[in-house]
């Protein structure tokens, strides 16, 4: 895991333990990670070393995606209907002589 992530295997341990939904199987004492960790762990170490997070600010971070995705779905589900609007205030347009 250490050469896909870059990470020391000091670090992912640690880490581990900081953060709750970091879970690997350990199996005869190796770690296995799920596709799952893996894109967690690029996500922590993309907002602790590119976006100079504290520990606690990436995890802040992270519980906060759940409601961003909602928020985003939010947005594009209004557009959609904003659309819909406009198709229809279009064909009424046509009607008009």
């Excluded at 993309?46 to 992270?62: I, P, S």
Aim: proline fraction near 6%; charge should be positive.
């Amino acid at each position: 895991m250490s050469r896909i992530t870059g990470l020391a295997p000091s670090v992912l341990r640690f880490w581990e333990k900081e953060f709750p939904q970091l879970s690997p199987l350990k199996k005869g004492g190796q770690r296995l990670y799920s596709p799952r960790d893996v894109e967690l762990i690029m996500k922590i170490k993309h907002l602790v070393y590119e976006k100079g997070f504290t520990l606690d600010g990436a995890r802040r971070e992270l519980s906060l995606i759940p409601q961003k995705r909602a928020r985003s779905l939010e947005i594009v589900f209004g557009l959609e209907g904003i659309k819909e609007e406009l198709k229809e205030i279009q064909r009424l347009l046509k009607e008009e002589p």
